[in-house]
């Protein structure tokens, strides 16, 4: 059992430098942890010490007053600022210290009653008190806030009040990644690799903005490109989200944090039918359905491998996604040339459930980049991801004029934002658009450029242009 002197009123009053009634009137409020001993008050000075930490790394808005059932008048006379320079006919406004009330006119000239206070995070809120018809009844909305905010977060989870970096991503991985995210081992890469290294036994409330920067400095001179360290911060600010809303942080330090621009760092490589051609003929049996798949139907890499011929439907001509990166189900259409290829293989008998399997194991294959990189290689293209044959996928259907809304839908984007970054056009395309506005030339400037053919090489052309 652990033995301690506590501390009495006067000691801890004269410890603080405050008033003994002021002690006792923040014990009243639960602001002071205490002990009653034979009808007499005693404080723990563990407890004191944690309550002047808390003051130190959280502070935010004051406590709010307790409600005390006397009439207004004697309650402006305790709490509101002004006195009675605020209690004037014309006033329109009342502060408290932690909060105010005022009243607006709306457009139709009615008086509403709204409150004005300051959240957690210290971020101003203003709000309109629908049910209030008097200046008591919108008081008592005000305290209600304020006194939700500070309980909030003065009764904060202890065990956030020091809990670590490290205990912090622990918890993460374990109860939140694993559980509802597919690339859980992306996030473990990145917290194992670059955020234990900086942050470790840092506690959440001592990593401020600073310390990000700090992260995003390392990272970048480690070589690591602006893109990864995007991906770093969006996991960090998502741990330090959920370490809010679990009761561990008070503040996110990563919102303060501007993240680094990706519009030039997006890869525009696409597969030339040239390409195309070489890269089949290199590939091993067991890839080049694989690629043939992956390029007829826009479909990922992980959704390709993951196939059953359960989810193939030859009446209907479609393949039924089920395992798909956003977990929404979609449908994929078959095309003559991949039908072709299906139809063989089903008639020759599948060894497996899977479309694609391992002919000894009869299960699916895990990953085939090496392969893929190896088929590359021999093949003499350079740059080409196994993704890239989803682009090439979404950039040919671009090109043969089909509407950027059906590509969202077959390629299964929630958004025709993401759309927009598989839809890179070849120049040829482009040189071809631009091309299209020659038939509209003017005759005049025809007759210019055609007068300038005939001009001697080096000589300079001067023209006087008429209309008529």
């Known amino acids: 059992m652990r033995t301690v002197r506590l ?3 006067r000691e801890l009053s004269g410890a603080l430098h405050l008033h003994p009634q ?12 205490f002990v009653s001993i034979a009808g007499r008050v005693r404080f723990d000075p563990e407890e004191v010490e944690r309550f002047i930490e808390d003051r130190k790394t959280r502070p935010g808005p004051l406590p709010p007053p307790p409600k005390i059932d006397f009439p207004l008048s004697k309650y402006d006379k305790l709490y509101l600022k002004g006195g009675k320079s605020a209690l004037n006919k014309n006033a329109r406004r009342w502060n408290y210290g932690f909060g105010s009330i005022y009243l607006r006119k709306t457009r139709k000239g009615t008086e509403r009653w709204c409150i004005d206070y300051h959240d957690a995070q210290g971020q101003r809120r203003r709000a309109v008190v629908k049910a209030a018809q008097n200046r008591g009844e919108a008081l008592v909305a005000l305290q209600g806030k304020v006194a939700e905010i500070f309980s909030g977060k003065f009764h904060q989870n202890r065990e956030g009040r ?6 912090l991503a622990d918890v993460y991985l374990e109860d939140y990644a694993k559980v509802n995210k597919k690339s859980w081992k992306t996030d473990l890469g990145h917290i194992r690799k670059s955020m234990r290294p900086i942050f470790g036994e840092m506690a959440l409330a001592m990593i401020s903005p600073l310390d990000i920067q700090k992260y995003i400095k390392r990272r970048l001179e480690e070589g690591v490109a602006k893109t990864t ?3 770093g911060l969006q996991i960090l600010k998502r741990m330090f989200n959920l370490a809010i809303d679990w009761g561990y942080a008070a503040d996110n330090p990563v919102r ?8 030039d760092s997006l890869k525009e490589r696409i597969l030339t039918p040239e390409e195309e051609s070489r890269l089949l003929d290199v590939c091993p049996d067991h890839l080049k359905p694989i690629v043939i798949m992956a390029l007829h139907t826009g479909m990922r890499r992980g959704e390709v491998l993951a196939l059953r011929w359960s989810a193939v439907d030859f ?8 395992k798909s990166k956003s977990g929404a189900q979609r449908l994929v259409y078959i095309n003559d040339v991949l039908l072709g290829w299906l139809r063989r293989q089903w008639a020759s008998g599948p060894a497996s459930e899977f479309v694609f399997s391992n002919f000894r194991t009869r299960q699916p294959f895990v990953e085939v980049g090496k392969a893929f990189r190896r088929a590359c290689r021999v093949a ?14 979404a950039s040919r259907l671009i090109e043969a004029g089909v509407d950027i809304i059906t590509v969202k839908e077959l390629l299964g984007h929630s958004s025709v934002k993401i759309t927009e970054r598989y839809t890179h056009t ?14 509209k030339i003017p005759e005049f400037l025809a007759r210019f450029w055609h007068a300038a053919e005939k001009d001697e090489a080096g000589k300079s052309v001067s023209c006087f242009f008429s209309m008529n």
Request: proline share 3%.
């Open 7 to 9: 501390l009495t009123v």
């Open 22 to 33: 002021t002690v006792y009137t923040w014990k009243q409020q639960g602001r002071l942890p």
């Open 162 to 167: 020091s809990m670590s970096f490290n205990r």
């Open 229 to 231: 360290v995007n991906r």
């Open 256 to 263: 303060k944090v501007r993240m680094f621009s990706e519009k």
């Open 315 to 322: 009446d209907g001509r479609t393949i039924k996604v089920v």
């Open 380 to 393: 003499g293209i350079q740059g080409l991801r196994f993704h890239d044959l989803r682009h090439s996928f």
């Open 426 to 439: 070849r120049g040829e395309l482009k040189r071809r658009a631009v091309e299209k506005l020659s038939p």
